[in-house]
């Protein structure tokens, strides 16, 4: 993918003491196939490396002590301009206000539509979720499910052919109710249809959104690009949804949807579940697209996953050595809580790369759960009472080997021994040793 191939370019560059018309032409050679590969448009490809190509090698005097970084840079630089350079929010001013969702079957219009409504919820505001996709059936239900599990009221008349009464309908729900904001999910098709483009077109003709997001799915590559002119030719729509950035899916679409139909990308998603949803920073792309990791989305998603109470508590268990499985297994709901652990770890600059092949997914954190739901609340709260025959118990009980049972005690009292030196270290007692 894109990150492996510049990496690599970049990185033969590095072994070299200064950037040369020569030793240039071959790493811009390198990402512009990278590009490209990635589905990247070819213009938009030749535009960049070419800029790249100069910059660089205008600046080859100053930079003459660390080539590689300052092409990272510049890189890093021009993917950004490219995806639009500043992130952008949606529209949600109006009483209510009232984004209506486009895009193809299978875009993950409708998952979107749960995850903005969940999003928008937290925030303390009233949020209607309308259902106008009256071809698929199951999409209705689809939409009460999530519905009800996030909480937020859907507007549906399953037995209404039409969309736009439909759409109509729920502004005027939305109205009565004294919702702050509707959410329209429409119907899509496998591919571009006439009808589908008519039926969305006259939806939004009918209830006038404050906000148009077209939706696509960034594992669709070159094809995402022409999807979403088509719909911003129709729709003119106000900014992009891109799904499935948790998959195999290229930057492509990314870098190269925004200079076609010159629309910023507002939301990235990278999951099925509720929380998955992330704000498009075009910095924080092109850092993970270069392997430099996404701390600051890990961050914001720690503020929202974590409960400050529960935190402060967990934090006093630490500073007086009584951290326990308790504890512990609170800090796991926490940690779930906020999402995909792969994604999470794919966020932290220079384990992204590494990762990425890893066979590691929250399903990983079950045998531990298993482990101390078998275990007696005053077990959870005394590890030291775990001796042998109670280990035998609780690995019988949770369905687990001995051996599990044994790595996690081991684990667990290694993590509580750092606990322990790193309060020795804040109160003053003693020095960090070299290895931390
Ligand atoms: P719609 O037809 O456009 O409404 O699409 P759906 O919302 O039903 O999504 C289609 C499929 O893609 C469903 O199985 C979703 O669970 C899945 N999906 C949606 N968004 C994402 C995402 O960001 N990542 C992954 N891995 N799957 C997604």
């Not at 539509?113 to 009256?134: E, F």
């Not at 129709?234 to 799904?243: M, P, S």
Request: glycine share 8%.
């Amino acid at each position: 993918n894109l990150q492996d191939k510049l990496n690599k370019a970049i990185r033969t560059l590095k072994g070299s003491g200064r950037i040369t018309d020569v030793n240039v032409a071959s790493t811009v050679k390198e990402i512009r196939r990278a590009l490209t590969d990635a589905d990247v448009n070819f213009k938009v490809a030749k535009d960049i490396t070419d800029q790249i190509r100069e910059e660089a090698i205008g600046q080859k005097i100053v930079i003459a002590v660390e080539p590689g970084q300052m092409l990272v840079k510049i890189v890093h630089d021009k993917l950004t301009e490219l995806m639009g350079g500043q992130a952008e929010s949606v529209n949600l001013k109006g009483s209510p206000a009232v984004v209506l969702i486009a895009g193809l079957q299978g875009s993950g219009k409708t998952t979107f539509s749960g995850k903005l409504a969940h999003n928008i919820k937290k925030q303390g505001r009233q949020v209607l979720l309308a259902a106008c996709d009256i071809y698929r059936p199951a999409a209705i239900a689809q939409l009460q499910t999530l519905g009800q599990q996030i909480g937020v009221e859907v507007y549906a008349e399953p037995d209404n052919k039409d969309a736009v009464q439909i759409a109509k309908n729920a502004l005027k729900y939305a109205k009565e109710n004294s919702k702050n904001v509707l959410i329209v999910d429409t119907a899509g098709r496998l591919a571009i249809d006439e009808a589908m483009m008519q039926e969305v077109e006259n939806v939004k003709k009918a209830i006038e959104p404050t906000e148009t997001l077209f939706v696509v799915d960034s594992m669709t590559g070159q094809d995402a690009v022409n999807t979403a002119k088509t719909f911003n030719d129709r729709l003119n729509f106000d900014g992009v949804v891109l799904t499935k950035l948790d998959g195999d899916a290229r930057g492509g679409a990314a870098l190269s949807i925004r200079h076609v139909v010159e629309k910023p990308i507002k939301y990235m998603s990278t999951g099925e579940k509720m929380e998955d949803l992330d704000i498009f920073y075009p910095d924080r792309m092109a850092s993970r697209i270069l392997g430099m990791g996404d701390v600051l989305s890990l961050v914001e998603r720690a503020q929202q996953a974590f409960d400050e109470e529960e935190a402060a508590r967990i934090n006093k268990q630490i500073r007086q050595n009584q951290f326990n499985f308790e504890d512990f297994y609170s800090q796991l709901q926490q940690i779930k809580k906020m999402g995909n652990i792969k994604d999470l770890m794919g966020m932290i600059p220079g384990l992204g790369g590494a990762v990425k092949d890893v066979d590691i997914s929250n399903d990983s954190f079950k045998p531990i759960e298993a482990i101390i739901s078998s275990m007696t609340l005053k077990e959870r709260k005394n590890p030291d009472l775990i001796d042998g025959s109670r280990r035998r118990r609780i690995a019988t009980g949770s369905g687990t080997s001995i051996q599990q049972v044994n790595n996690l005690m081991k684990q667990f009292e290694e993590m509580r021994k750092m606990m322990k030196t790193m309060n020795k270290v804040q109160d003053g007692k003693m020095k960090l040793p070299p290895m931390m």
